[in-house]
Each structure stands twice: as C-alpha cells, then as structure tokens.
C-alpha cells in the first residue's frame, strides 16, 4: 500500500491512498483524518487503508484525483520523533576523516544515531533555506521506517512487527557548522535543519523480495544538479539493519507510534556507486588529490532523490532547489 | 491562566483549565480538544482560554471538578519538539568534572543544548523505570518554555512573544550511560529516557515580577528520598535566559508550535542552596573527601519537585519513584 498526505491548509494534511503506479489518489480522510491518526490507531485503520489502496488498483475510485507531488506534503509533515542512524560504516569512515574526526571505537557494535528535529519538515517539493556559505549546505539520500508503538527493550528478533512504513529522506545537513557543535559534546542542533521525506509512505510488502533481514536491496538514486551523482546499493553495506537501530533505539524507553528512524546516508565502498552527499565525494578528493573540490550547495542547485524497483519509483522523488532564506 | 491535561484514554488527553490555587478545574476541549491544538491556533483561542480560566476563578463552573494530579498528564503528553539547554554553568562544570571531561570552550558565548525524545513524556506521578544499576539514574530539576511558531532567525529581543508557557520537568538522566554515548560523538539518546513534566502550565503573567529578561527568579525546591535536597535561585545564573536559548534554536530552522524549550538543571554556586540533581552534589562530595558517597536513584527512591511563588504552588509537583522496569 503506498499512502501519501495532501496539503490542505492545516499543519497534518490529508491522508491519501495512491496508486501503485504513483498517478492516482483518494482521500481516506474518512478512515483517518491524518497520517499521525492512522498511525496512532494502526492496528484497527491499516485493514482499511489497504482495503481502499486494493479498490484503487482495480479500477478508478469515486472522488480519485490524478496526483501532484507539488501539492504532497511529507507523508508525516511533522512527527513525535525522527532518530536518524548512521549505519553505513563507509560513510562515517569519510565523513569523520574529513573533519578530522576519528570513528568512534565502537564503530561495528553499537549503532550511532542521533535525535532530529521533526517539529518542522520540508515537503518533497520544498525549496531548502540557506543562510550562507559558512552553512556548508549538503544533502544525505536516505531510507526510512516508521514505527508503531515499540515497548521499552524491544529485541531485533522482534522488531519488523513494529515496521510499518518506509519513506526515502534527504536529511539536510550544514557541514559548516557540525564541527564547532559536535565539538560541545550534545550533538546536532543547528547543524541539522529541516529533512525532506519522498513523497509516498509503503508498506513493507511493496518492497517484496527487496527487503531482507531489515535492509532494503535497492539502488539509492541520487541526481546533483540535474546529474548523476551515486546509485549505490542500500543493502548489503548497511552494517547495523533497520531491527537493530529499533532495539538501539528502545533500549531505555518505548517508542510512540510515528516514530521515524533513519538509516544513515547510503553509502558503498565501491567508488564507481557514487555518493549520497557531498562530503564523501569531497572526502574522496581529498584523498586522491590533497585538495576538496566540489563545492557545498548555494542557492539555485538542486537535487533529486528516487529508488526504483524495476519501473517503479517506489517511494517517488524528493526533488528540492536551494534557495537564499533572506 | 494555568493549563493541564486530563487523562482521557487518548494519545494526547483532554485540555482543561485550572484554577489558580489549583483547587478546581473545568473541560475546554470545546474551544481546542487538546493541549496541543491550542498551541496550534493560540492566536485565535487563547482569549477564549483566558475568559474560561477568569471565569473559574470569579466562581463555581457548571461542570467543574476537583483536581486530582495523578488523573493529569504532562501537559503536552506528546510533542513535537523538546530541546533541553543547559544553561546554568555551575552545572556543566560540575557534572563534566564529575565524568572527567572538560567544558566546552564556548561554554559562555555559545549555549549548550540537545533535542531529547518527545514522543513519550511521562505523567507528573508517573514511576520512572529503572534497568539495572549501570544507567546510574538521576533526576534533574528544571524550568520549560512553550513556543508558538519560531520563524528562522528570531533574534533574542524578538523572543519574549512567542514564549506562552512555563512548565516544571524532570529530565530523567542515565549517568552511567552518558560517558560512552557522548563518546561516540552523536549527543544523548540511550542515555536521555523519557521526560516528566509539572502537570500545569501557566502563562508568563502567572510569574509576575518574578519573571525578567527571559529567567525565573524563584527557588526550585526539589525533595530526594522525602528530604529537602536544594533550593536554588533559577533567576540569577541562568547564564543563557530563555530569551537567548530561543534565538539559539531558531538559528536555522523555524520552531513549530508546541515546541519545548528546557533551561538545564537549575543550579547555583552556593553550595547551601544544594542541588537539582544526584551528579552535582557526588561530583561535591569527590571534591571534598576524594570519593562520590551519594548513590544514584534505585528502586523505591522519591523525587518531589516544585516552585513556589509565595504560597501558591505555581506548576503543582512533580512526584515521582523508581521502579524496576523488568
């Protein structure tokens, strides 16, 4: 089932049910008003939901309308709690050298993540601000799962039962300004701003044989100013799955339905993949010549992120410009 | 006005106002169902809070009932964002001392803060669940604002106006657990468990002159074990104000409405005032004898938190015990 939320004029949107091919919708604002009440109320709606999502794929619905990715917010235009991972080693390998950071000593067991703001997301359309060039604006092509309620010590073993959605993300970052804040010793605040999520939420059975062992099998598509940037795979170098960052991340409290947990940015030892950001790649450079190259996004640049099964685009695309925030 | 939240069987309760001695309250999920959906439309649906809350007092409600605490949420039960500063240095150099790390250089120009779990709060008499003696649990005893909406960029002097709440918190803190998280680079997670907050939230006015320049000069009174366990000044060495901490976390991002907004563990330099949470007065004791005596929270232990404006008992306790989690 893919579902999606439409903007109309309130802070949670529409719920929508979409086609599988990405071209039809239908309100099931009847069944929940919002995608955060379909969550909160998971398992007596989702029959519903796919009950319509199986009515829409077999012919046209009463009220559908042809979709609009502009008028698409993020499937949860806001959430309770977005916990981004960072579970592809060779990213963080990069990303620390590039800052001059060592990885961290626990590197391989104890999953990295960190608490993102998810009070205010950008929409799959939504321009991205910059302040200046100090931000050191990036973009990380992610994947992402939305939990239902996660009781406190929940065990890998258990954790796909609580998986009920996955979304693709750009999680925005300002390289400029992570190393004075991580240098504090709390984390990202300023460094990380608003993320966008892909346009439709799925359930996990639209991934098919693509999903295994809580990692999806697919090529993570991302397009840096109107070209090929990186297609790595999001499978097999995902060191710590999408089960493991669910029993991380309930380790000493339960999670609330909704709650969002991030992969990391996608990312392959294999150079010829491409990358998922800008800081490996300048990394790489670094590497290779002693220098970066590639400069950090500015206003006008753009970026498009997609994974696609066969034909499908499973997720549709995050397709977002930057622009100046003054 | 003082608001709270009434346990209802939903996720987010039901919004009620009450009266100032908190005696009495009376329904408005009429004029917004939740706490939350008043934050969302505060222009339009404060006043008509404000006229309910004046008419409880001037005398009895048709429909009014006595208050009972434990029938009351954490006023937002879920929200969308909490961002706990830390802004009274005493602390931080208190409790960096006591895990052996040094403050930050910045500790007096740039405020220290970490975005804490929000999806769920615990209930101002909730137990706080412990796992075994390694999460070393401590409470810390703090003041939080509300927001409306924060555009990017809002300057401190533009703060006070979209401060419309208080609250009283207990950041729930796991010391044994802080050391190897903060070092793997990322801030808290594992070692942050779900929050308390006082069950009323009151407008700045509540506060009187009391309130100046974005701090509370009022003592909070926190009780360990059943004992007087400090009364520190929140006014004075607040060295960030709620004023500064508002323009810290706007800096790239807006503020969705309902965001949290947490000062730190109140703390002052005198020692007779004691202390808002079991690391600053181990980290004294090591000082003062070589060795922590003091143990962390464990099954059984009470935790009774308040501010107090004269007699009036202004966000109601925090009253809350330890029990095993297995």
């Known amino acids: 089932m893919k579902l999606a939320t439409r903007r109309n004029g309130t802070r949670d949107g529409e719920l929508i049910v979409v086609s599988r091919d990405n071209t039809r ?16 109320d998971w398992s007596t709606l989702s029959s519903k939901l796919i009950e319509r999502f199986e009515a829409l794929q077999s012919g046209s619905l009463e009220g559908e309308f042809p979709i609009d990715t502009a008028a698409l917010e993020s499937p949860l ?36 993540v960190y608490q993102g703001g998810s009070d205010t997301f950008l929409g ?13 604006l990036d973009f990380e092509s992610e994947l992402a799962i939305i939990t239902d309620d996660v009781p406190m010590g929940t065990k890998k073993e258990d954790a796909a039962k609580h998986i009920k959605l996955f979304m693709l993300v750009n999680d925005v970052s300002l390289r400029g300004l992570i190393p004075p804040e991580l240098k504090k010793g709390f984390g990202f605040y300023v460094s990380k701003p608003s993320t966008a999520f892909g346009p439709f939420a799925i359930t996990p059975d639209e991934l098919g044989d693509s999903l295994s062992d809580g990692r ?5 598509l991302t397009d840096y100013k109107e070209e090929w ?6 499978g097999p170098e995902m060191h710590f799955s999408f089960h493991d960052l669910v029993q991380h991340c309930s380790q000493t409290r339960k999670l609330g339905a909704g709650t ?12 010829s993949r491409g990358s998922s950001c800008l800081a490996e790649k300048r990394m ?13 996004m500015v206003p006008g640049d753009t970026v498009r992120i997609r994974m696609m099964k066969g034909d499908a685009n499973l997720f549709g695309t995050i397709q977002q410009k930057v622009v100046s925030a003054t």
Chains 1, 2 share one sequence.
Request: aromatic share 8%.
């Open 216 to 220: 999806v099998h697919l090529d993570m």
């Open 124 to 136: 799959p359309r939504d321009d991205i601000p910059w302040g200046d060039a100090s931000w050191g």
């Open 284 to 296: 790489i450079e670094k590497i290779d010549t002693g220098e970066f190259k590639t400069p950090f």
């Open 229 to 234: 940037y990186g297609n790595p795979d999001a």
């Open 260 to 271: 969002i947990i991030g992969s990391g940015t996608v990312s392959n030892v294999d150079r």
């Open 77 to 112: 235009p806001r959430s309770y709690a977005w916990i981004d991972g960072s579970a592809y080693i060779n990213h963080i390998v990069l990303v620390r050298k590039a800052r001059g950071a060592a990885p961290p000593e626990t590197l391989g067991t104890d999953p990295l």
């Open 25 to 40: 919708g239908v309100s099931a604002s009847d069944i929940a008003p919002t995608m955060q009440a379909a969550l909160d």
